[in-house]
């Protein structure tokens, strides 16, 4: 069974339970479904101009595509046939994600907002990505 949503959306066991038609994600499915490939890739449009204009524009930009994030997911996301139930953790997630690659890609240190470790925003990069979905697992098991 083929849901109507614009974006890949994370199939779970729970969506099972509603459509039982619909196979759930393998891992590394999910892997890839959490990274929000479309914000990123507007991000990156756009970031080396707005680190020319320094903190304000750097600061405008990330609040953009922070404030698109959920909104971009929410309604690409959403199941138009109404049988599936807004992914919430997948959003979430990809807030988290948008923020973290932003990190990893090493932009607040040209505008000097934190002190940054290209080591650890790699290796916080990684580990968040690669643990998302056993996240996802926790959660769903205590909503149950």
Do not use: C, H
Request: overall charge positive; cysteine-free.
């Amino acid at each position: 069974m083929k849901t109507k949503t614009l974006l890949p959306r994370v199939f779970t066991e729970k969506d099972t339970l509603i459509e039982p038609n619909i196979n759930v994600d393998s891992y590394f499915q999910k892997v890839i479904k959490y990274i929000p490939g479309e914000i990123i890739a507007f991000y990156l449009v756009f970031n080396k101009f707005a680190i020319e204009e320094g903190k304000t524009g750097f600061l405008v930009l990330f609040f953009i595509g922070l404030t698109l994030t959920p909104f971009y997911k929410y309604f690409g996301l959403k199941d138009q046939s109404k049988k599936l139930k807004t992914p919430w953790f997948q959003i979430i997630i990809s807030i988290i994600a948008f923020t973290i690659w932003v990190l990893a890609l090493g932009d607040f240190n040209e505008v000097q907002i934190v002190n940054y470790n290209p080591f650890y925003a790699s290796l916080i990069l990684a580990t968040f990505t690669l643990t998302t979905p056993i996240l996802e697992q926790i959660f769903e098991f205590k909503k149950k």
